[in-house]
């Protein structure tokens, strides 16, 4: 199972969203099959806690995960990571059975129908 992360790229004056940009692919470890546990999953390995879950150049990075996390957008300018995944992002899963598309709510996640 997968899971790709989509960042909001936000209006800075209306706070409305614009785009969604890839920034991720999440492999799940073979031992998470349900949607709601690799969607946690997913989230947590794109927040930036105690590092930076897009960088691999930093040492003892405990946020970065290259068994399971692919990042695929470039990082941003002078180097700087990418920022953690938050409200109003697209987390898409994609399994043997299909894909689903789901936001990032204030608490937890919101299945987007249509």
């Not at 949607?35 to 794109?46: D, G």
């Not at 150049?57 to 990082?75: E, F, M, S, T």
Request: hydrophobic share 35%.
């Amino acid at each position: 199972m997968q899971v790709y992360v989509y960042h909001a790229q936000r209006n800075r004056e209306t706070g409305d969203v614009e785009d969604q940009t890839l920034v991720a692919e999440v492999n799940m470890p073979s031992s998470i099959t349900d949607q709601n546990e690799a969607l946690e999953y997913a989230f947590r390995w794109t927040q930036n806690i105690m590092g930076s879950w897009s960088r691999d150049d930093i040492a003892d990075n405990p946020d970065y995960n290259p068994n399971h996390v692919n990042r695929i957008a470039p990082l941003n300018e002078g180097g700087m990571g990418l920022r953690s995944s938050m409200m109003g992002d697209l987390f898409e899963i994609e399994t043997a059975f299909g894909q689903s598309l789901h936001e990032v709510g204030m608490m937890g996640f919101k299945e987007c129908v249509g």
